[in-house]
């Protein structure tokens, strides 16, 4: 199984390539997600997908580090670690 790193690299090539796929994946995340890697993404974990611009810039906070790490994994299914930012 691909690591989140990996999985946000081929979502990040794909969308640089190909325009169709970049705005279906900033208006369905959730099911690009699934389509691409053949996984089911919990209902209780919430996918966004934000594109910088020339004027916005986004910057990703880690999970809070006083959240305890099976709280993060059953509320991802476990697809999140705690040493990667989610998405």
């Given at each position: 199984m691909k690591t989140m790193d990996?999985?946000?690299q081929q979502l990040i090539d794909k969308a640089?390539?190909?325009i169709a796929f970049r705005s279906?994946?900033?208006a369905e995340p959730r099911a690009v997600v699934e389509e691409e890697f053949g996984i089911e993404v919990p209902e209780s974990l919430e996918l966004r997908v934000h594109e910088d611009s020339r004027s916005a810039v986004h910057l990703v906070l880690p999970p809070d580090p006083k959240l305890d790490m099976q709280?993060?994994?059953t509320a991802s299914g476990g697809l999140c670690d705690g040493c990667t930012p989610c998405w």
């Amino acid at each position: 199984m691909k690591t989140m790193d990996e999985m946000r690299q081929q979502l990040i090539d794909k969308a640089e390539d190909d325009i169709a796929f970049r705005s279906r994946l900033l208006a369905e995340p959730r099911a690009v997600v699934e389509e691409e890697f053949g996984i089911e993404v919990p209902e209780s974990l919430e996918l966004r997908v934000h594109e910088d611009s020339r004027s916005a810039v986004h910057l990703v906070l880690p999970p809070d580090p006083k959240l305890d790490m099976q709280e993060l994994r059953t509320a991802s299914g476990g697809l999140c670690d705690g040493c990667t930012p989610c998405w």
